[in-house]
């Protein structure tokens, strides 16, 4: 069965950073989603199961930087800049496939249990 375990979610204010780790029992493309109260849940950024090839929101580029230690089975996503905006839960997911990149929910096989970020502003 595949797992996905996020970790790194907290209480920080606006202009403060975040990591959050996302450990895998499954290498594949992976991504970083979020869900804000009442809205839909929306990619935030992905990576290819090499890590050549991300892809990021147009609301965290710049300010948000995805990676992954294959070595480790874990993919990190790094928040600089947080915004009370970015406030939401964070999940981890990943594709079934190498070459089926999650940019969107529809091509997400795994979802991770969800880590919960808060920005005061």
């Known amino acids: 069965q595949v797992q996905l375990v996020e970790s790194g979610g907290g209480l920080v204010q606006a202009g403060d950073s975040l990591r959050l780790s996302c450990a895998a029992s499954?290498?594949?493309?992976m991504g970083w989603f979020r869900q804000a109260l009442g809205k839909e849940r929306e990619a935030v950024a992905t990576?290819?199961?090499?890590?050549?090839?991300?892809v990021y929101a147009d609301s965290v580029k710049g300010r948000f930087t995805i990676s992954r230690d294959n070595a480790k089975n874990t993919v990190y996503l790094q928040m600089n800049s947080l915004k009370p905006e970015d406030a939401a839960v964070y999940y981890c997911?990943?594709?079934?496939?190498?070459?089926?990149?999650?940019?969107?929910?529809?091509?997400?096989?795994?979802w991770g249990q969800g880590t919960q970020v808060t920005v005061s502003s």
């Open positions: 997911a990943a594709s079934r496939s190498t070459v089926i990149i999650p940019d969107s929910s529809a091509k997400v096989a795994y």
């Open positions: 499954i290498r594949t493309a």
């Open positions: 990576i290819s199961w090499d890590g050549a090839y991300t």
